[in-house]
């Protein structure tokens, strides 16, 4: 198969950490070639999309006493860029790190422009534009926490002297950036309400805190809607969010029978979106996120569970390629 990775520039890449060079190292391995471009190198020529792409071949990382290692260098690109249609790729992913700025929006319409009944796309443009990884979740009321999503700041203080405290999520920030937590008598509240909400024309997501947050939060890795592996992201000292982006460190997990439940919720509407490389955080058994543009974990989770679920996925590709 030919694969195509549209990531953001490889050499600032961490390969003993990110997801993107974990498939790509996968379908090295299992005899796939490996291609490359970013996001500002597609175009759409005559009604198709198309792209400056590199052959990339990876050195796969060691897992040692210390940890997984890679080597210097640890990969290698071809001597010249290639003009190509993407259709003529078996698989497209999309890999480019959130936000989801008016850039990466245009990226995802051009990419409407491949037949994905030839090319597979991970995961689908409009599976993108549809899954704001903060509101997403909101289609399942039964196993989220208590949220609102409004620029108020008046509703907002109501529902946090209710609650005593609450958590505010900027809508369009990633790895935890952005997020605080909101209580009831800080005499700082109108400020980081008027900040969060740039003077009540941003609307933010306010949930309800949840103490079990300081046992964990859980990422759990879905392909194809069933879920693959997961691990436990604690925070670091003096922090209360659980992001590995905020120093926070990992621990090796299991799957809950509650966890399975949110999982079954998910699994139609995430494969009627085209959405079948997923990340859902949950914290407490309750679903907070749902991660749909580049979500990452499967080093961690090989590293304690001795697993490689990029080779999981490559094949599950595999498989589907040859239904075609």
């Not at 399942?140 to 209710?162: A, G, M, N, Q, W």
């Not at 905020?246 to 799957?255: L, P, R, Y």
Request: include cysteine; aromatic fraction near 6%.
């Amino acid at each position: 198969m030919k694969l195509a990775f549209i990531i953001d520039p490889i050499q600032n890449l961490d390969p003993c950490h990110d997801t993107s060079v974990a498939l790509m190292e996968a379908a090295h391995i299992l005899g796939h070639e490996v291609w490359i471009t970013q996001a500002n190198q597609l175009s759409v020529v005559e009604s198709q999309a198309w792209g400056f792409l590199e052959r990339v071949e990876l050195v796969p990382i060691e897992l040692r006493t210390q940890g997984w290692v890679a080597a210097n260098p640890w990969y290698k690109l071809s001597d010249s860029h290639t003009f190509c249609a993407l259709e003529t790729m078996d698989a497209v992913f999309m890999r480019t790190d959130p936000p989801v700025t008016v850039p990466y929006l245009y990226a995802t319409y051009i990419l409407d422009y491949i037949d994905q009944s030839h090319t597979l796309v991970i995961n689908s443009p409009r599976g993108i534009r549809a899954a704001n990884e903060k509101m997403y979740a909101l289609q399942f009321p039964s196993v989220i926490p208590e949220t609102i999503v409004l620029s108020d700041k008046e509703t907002i203080k109501r529902f946090v002297d209710v609650k005593g405290s609450a958590i505010l999520k900027p809508l369009g920030d990633k790895a935890g950036g952005g997020i605080l937590i909101l209580s009831a008598g800080d005499r700082n509240f109108n400020s980081i309400v008027e900040l969060s909400t740039s003077q009540g024309k941003v609307p933010v997501m306010i949930q309800t805190f949840i103490p079990e947050a300081k046992q964990g939060d859980k990422r759990i890795i879905l392909l194809d809607g069933e879920p693959i592996g997961a691990v436990n992201r604690l925070s670091g000292p003096g922090e209360f969010r659980n992001n590995m982006a905020t120093g926070g460190t990992v621990a090796k997990t299991e799957i809950t029978p509650r966890e399975l439940e949110i999982c079954a919720q998910l699994a139609p509407r995430l494969k009627q979106d085209g959405l079948i490389f997923v990340g859902i955080d949950v914290i407490g058994g309750y679903l907070t996120e749902v991660n749909v543009t580049s979500p990452t974990g499967i080093r961690e989770i090989d590293k304690l569970d001795n697993t490689r679920i990029g080779n999981q996925v490559i094949q599950w590709i595999e498989s589907e390629i040859e239904k075609r």
